[in-house]
């Protein structure tokens, strides 16, 4: 079992910036790749950006290329998301989520994810 809790969400005016973080717990946590999801009012839980356990080789969103950076620390127990220049359609609750490293299924989907967090909502005035 991994046990995910996210922190870091507020109100932020457009052009602003926030660093959410994911403390991970349970088993051997650098042994998963991890990931941030979001869910806009009204829309499905899509994928913003991960981190393979491995290679720490980094993906993202298209959406999100060149403002946002995930990263974790050393111990691999903390996930962060670096969100700057965020815009209003940005709002959404980020949810922080786990693959164990030999897990199947897509890096991009939720079903590809066995863990997750309670979320934190982000909401970014205009």
């Known amino acids: 079992q991994v046990q995910l809790v996210e922190s870091g969400g507020g109100l932020v005016q457009a052009g602003g910036s926030l660093r959410l973080s994911c403390a991970a717990s349970?088993?051997?946590?650098?042994?998963?790749?991890m990931a941030w999801f979001r869910r806009a009012p009204g829309k499905e839980r899509e994928f913003v950006a991960l981190?393979?356990?491995?290679?720490?080789?980094?993906d993202y969103a298209d959406s999100v290329k060149g403002r946002f950076t995930i990263s974790r620390d050393s111990a691999k127990t903390t996930l962060y998301l670096q969100m700057n220049s965020l815009k209003p359609e940005d709002t959404a609750v980020y949810y922080c989520?786990?693959?164990?490293?030999?897990?199947?299924?897509?890096?991009?989907?939720?079903?590809?994810?066995?863990?997750w967090g309670q979320g934190t909502q982000v909401t970014v005035s205009s």
């Open positions: 981190i393979r356990w491995a290679s720490s080789t980094r």
């Open positions: 349970g088993r051997t946590v650098s042994d998963y790749s």
């Open positions: 989520a786990a693959r164990y490293r030999s897990s199947s299924g897509s890096y991009y989907t939720t079903d590809g994810y066995t863990y």
